[in-house]
């Protein structure tokens, strides 16, 4: 069984920088992706950024440039480095692990969350 514990969300200003943790346990071998999305308070839960095992990634464009998704297999962890955050960054941040099939998704996984909040 797979688990997923997110990590490293606190407050930060705006134009600072966070790194996030994802760490995981259990087998993955039936997954392809992992990714993290995130939700502001009224909002609908969005995706920020997805790696594939094989290495490509993809990101939304509100986070393009200044965020960064990477995978640690040593460690079996998947990191997302945001830098210059917004106060529209603000969100819960959830990590993610599913296995896509061309458009569809299977076997999808979620972590607890952790908090980011942005502001002066």
């Known amino acids: 069984q797979v688990q997923l514990v997110e990590s490293g969300g606190g407050l930060v200003q705006p134009g600072g920088s966070l790194r996030l943790s994802c760490a995981v346990s259990g087998s993955i071998a039936n997954f392809n992706v992992m990714g993290w999305y995130r939700q502001a308070p009224g909002k609908q839960r969005e995706l920020v950024a997805t790696i594939a095992f094989g290495g490509s990634t993809n990101y939304a464009d509100s986070v393009k440039d200044r965020f960064t998704i990477y995978r640690d297999n040593a460690e079996y962890t998947v990191y997302l480095q945001m830098n210059s955050l917004k106060p529209e960054d603000t969100a819960t941040y959830y990590c993610?692990?599913?296995?896509?099939?061309?458009?569809?998704?299977?076997?999808?996984?979620w972590g607890q969350g952790t908090l980011v909040t942005v502001s002066s």
């Open positions: 993610n692990v599913h296995r896509a099939v061309g458009r569809l998704t299977f076997s999808e996984v």
